[in-house]
């Protein structure tokens, strides 16, 4: 389920961003509670390749993240049958797509091209 959580918030990223969008994205539940009122705390981290794309993913006083993250907790909430709190971060992490563990996690064989 974390897998699917980080793929539905990548969808509404891509969806959100069309043209705009840096390719070079990647987004991972970092943390996942099933609270005691039968909630989930969902939180996410969108890395992205550089400093520029940190702004595009943000958007204007943070309306491109925070459409991003309703959009992505609606249908989280609705997959689980339940309400999510979902928190997204977006950090820059240059060289994420040299990093074999990202694809493993993905159930991906990363093969080095060298």
Known sequence: MRMIAAEITREKLTLRLHQELPYQLTVETEAWEDRKDG???????????????KGIVLGNKGET???????ARAEIGELLDRNVHLFLQVKVRPNWLNEAERFTEMGLDFKDGG
């Open 39 to 53: 909630s989930a705390k969902i939180d996410q981290i969108v890395y992205v390749a550089r400093d520029g794309h």
């Open 65 to 71: 993240i925070k459409a991003v993250s309703q959009a």
